[in-house]
């Protein structure tokens, strides 16, 4: 498991493992300020990678760990929904982060000064309409803190990230300009992973249950898999498709409001049951309040 050190002008805590929750990224990354956001009593630790994140839940160097899964604008989060299945942690909560991005350079730099942006690519292709309209120069780096921290190693006015407000705080960089995404309704969806699943009562209010299943490459196979969660009144949120290395099977990820000890979540599982295999539950958890006020 590889974790990351640099923490800039922030140094880092030294909690316990139950007091850490893991994410991607360098420290000032989105999964960084969700962290803060809704788990601020854990200390964050930054991991070079997806599959470190998992790690660290996994070997007991974090209680959990935040990793994005869809984002309203570029869409599913690939990496994730294959590590998922194979991860062996459990979803225990989502969290909803609005994403607005900041033009960061370093201070004394200006709109003016400012001749090359360097971000992710999303981040990038998110302020697509800003950058043309002030002329800059784009530059793909691998993600939105690193970009923060190699513009304020460079100390070039000429240089700017679009990165988070917490990057900046970190880096040690001024905001030339805020919340330059195209997108007013960019938002990042997170799932909280541990390794103990942590069902909530059905009765405790709005429950999201995520699982995969398989269905035979066969006329109708997934019509009839699913019919279950239509008749019985069941609103399924998601629903994504993967493929074997044989092109023979379908693996599908689903998202469906409900609770598997709800009869009519019940009835519906065992029509899924019945036309498909390896039905696996990844997790049964509250729906975030975010849904209700989008819905």
């Not at 979803?91 to 004394?108: D, K, S, Y």
């Not at 541990?194 to 006329?219: C, K, L, M, Q, Y």
Request: charged share 25%; hydrophobic share 40%.
């Amino acid at each position: 498991m590889a974790t990351i050190d640099d923490y800039g002008s922030e140094p880092p805590r030294r909690a316990s493992p139950e007091h850490r929750i893991a994410f991607q990224g360098r420290p000032g990354a989105y999964s960084h300020m969700a962290c803060r956001t809704h788990y601020p009593e854990l200390e964050p630790l930054p991991c070079h990678s997806f599959e470190d994140a998992f790690a660290a839940v996994r070997e007991g160097e974090a209680r959990c760990a935040m990793i994005p899964v869809d984002n309203s604008v570029a869409g599913r989060v690939a990496d994730v929904h294959h590590l998922l299945p194979r991860g062996g942690l459990h979803i225990v909560a989502e969290h909803f982060l609005r994403v607005n991005h900041q033009l960061l350079g370093i201070p004394g730099a200006t709109l003016e000064t400012v001749r090359l942006v360097e971000s992710h690519v999303h981040a990038i292709g998110q302020c697509r309409n800003f950058l043309r309209r002030h002329g800059y120069q784009a530059r793909v780096v691998a993600d939105t803190a690193g970009a923060a921290a190699d513009v304020a190693a460079a100390a070039d006015r000429s240089r700017a990230a679009i990165a988070s407000r917490l990057a900046a705080e970190i880096y040690g960089l001024v905001v030339l300009a805020s919340d330059i995404e195209d997108a007013e309704h960019n938002t990042t969806r997170f799932l909280v992973l541990a390794r103990e699943p942590r069902w909530p009562s059905w009765r405790d209010g709005p429950v999201i249950t995520t699982f995969t299943f398989r269905v035979r490459n066969r006329p109708a196979a997934l019509y009839k898999a699913l019919g279950g969660f239509a008749t019985n009144g069941v609103n399924m949120v998601k629903l994504e498709s993967y493929i074997d290395g044989a092109f023979a099977q379908a693996q599908f990820y689903a998202d469906i409001m409900g609770h598997p000890e709800e009869d009519r979540v019940r009835f519906a599982f065992e029509e899924l049951r019945f036309f498909s295999h390896h039905v696996e539950i990844l997790g049964v958890y509250p729906a975030d309040p975010f849904r209700e006020r989008v819905g």
